[in-house]
């Protein structure tokens, strides 16, 4: 499993034969992928671009958090995530989810799965450019604390101890 | 002292990444966020609404206990992928 | 949208710039692949590789229906489908499915019925080789027929105006 | 004549790619399986069971008409992907 929060952009081929070096051998017959990218637009017309802004150290503990989630679900041999921060052009590739399985099922759930959790739950912001104005995105889940606390679900939940 | 970071909006209206502070009474994530609101009118600003809470890189809950050293976030709700 | 029967083997790079191509310009935010592998064993034991043969003609032609069942069912804006025939090693790469749409759920929603639909409707067939022999695959749904009539609900039927 | 193919198992039991075949009477693709049936056993062997079929490269059944210079093929369920 790999989890990567970068800003530089990333190869399709170079991720895939990535998640392939430990699928392969644990008998993956079956490889999703999803990739994320920036849209042009938004309810309010054109933008220009977006900035993603994250939280070192726990933005990646998350997505690995979340990695594992993932596995102990679903029925998979390897995952892999990069997701881009800072500044990026429309039409850049923004994330990127790769799962194998044995079975082409399991692979499709996994990366629904992990992308549904990322939006919800993993500690990244969004702005969107319109002109010289930078708008942030509003959060659609109505219970964001919620959403984000299955993440927890696997972990020794101090806060909850409290 | 506890370490307290802020990001996205959060970090925009407190005109600051982050601060550090003096252990509160109770020693609590929410006692923190109370003292920070008292402190300025832009941190009030930043800490007042849908805020959400990390202790030690963890999401947690006002009531969460915290010692000298932590590390303590707010932010909004998220919005990647 | 792009479907291609072929021998040689295929790039992920190549084929999801190849999506994007069309998709991009179309407001695609979401885009989802799917590489089938040769496994290399089966219920009896390890295989040397697999077979395929194919209809030529109606293979194609039933790709090209699968797409466009495949569009006006979802919400996506592009998709390709890439078919290898003829001999295939252990782990070699056999299908690739890409789609891209607005939305992640039309995008993963078409190339998971366009894998399902494929498997039991479009004329391919495998053969497993185990040591000198090689064993035709048997087909798992129960009324191929009905199956694969439903890639004709969108062409003028011949045959069943008979 | 109709030109008539084959494809895997089908191919295989009937130790032929294809064959050209006269119109058969009544003009259907289910009578000219019958006819190729009772043309040899290996014909008979691969014709049998559950064999799908098509005419001019669209899946087809037993009552479809034909005529002359059209493609029949027989094949067993698929199973690509």
Same sequence: chains 1, 3.
């Avoid at chain 1, 399985?101 to 919800?120: N, P, V, W």
């Avoid at chain 1, 993993?122 to 299955?150: C, F, H, L, Y």
Wanted: include cysteine; hydrophobic fraction near 40%.
């Amino acid at each position: 499993m790999f989890a990567r929060v970068q800003h530089d952009d990333f190869s399709q081929q170079t991720l895939y034969d990535e998640l392939c070096v430990n699928a392969v051998p644990q008998g993956a017959g079956a490889i999703v992928t999803f990739t994320g990218l920036v849209r042009d637009f938004n309810a309010k017309g054109g933008i220009q671009g977006i900035e993603l802004e994250y939280y070192p150290g726990m933005t990646e503990s998350a997505l690995d958090t979340l990695l594992q989630q993932a596995t102990s679900r679903f029925d998979i041999v390897e995952a892999g995530i990069i997701h881009r921060v800072g500044k990026l052009a429309n039409h850049a590739q923004i994330v990127w989810v790769g799962t194998a399985s044995q079975h082409r099922e399991q692979a499709f759930l996994a990366a629904t799965f992990i992308m549904d959790t990322l939006k919800q739950s993993v500690p990244i912001w969004k702005k969107e450019w319109q002109g010289n104005q930078a708008s942030w995105v509003a959060a659609k889940a109505d219970d964001s604390t919620a959403a984000m606390r299955w993440l927890q679900s696997d972990k020794d939940n101090t806060c909850d101890n409290a | 002292m506890v370490t307290v970071k802020f990001f996205a909006q959060v970090r925009e209206l407190a005109g600051a990444e982050g601060v550090d502070a003096p252990l509160p009474h109770p020693a609590t994530v929410g006692a923190l966020r109370e003292q920070l609101m008292s402190q300025s009118t832009s941190f009030e600003d930043a800490l007042s609404g849908n805020v959400l809470m990390a202790h030690n890189q963890t999401l947690c809950n006002g009531d969460t206990e915290i010692a000298v050293g932590d590390e303590v976030a707010f932010f909004p709700p998220v919005t990647g992928g």
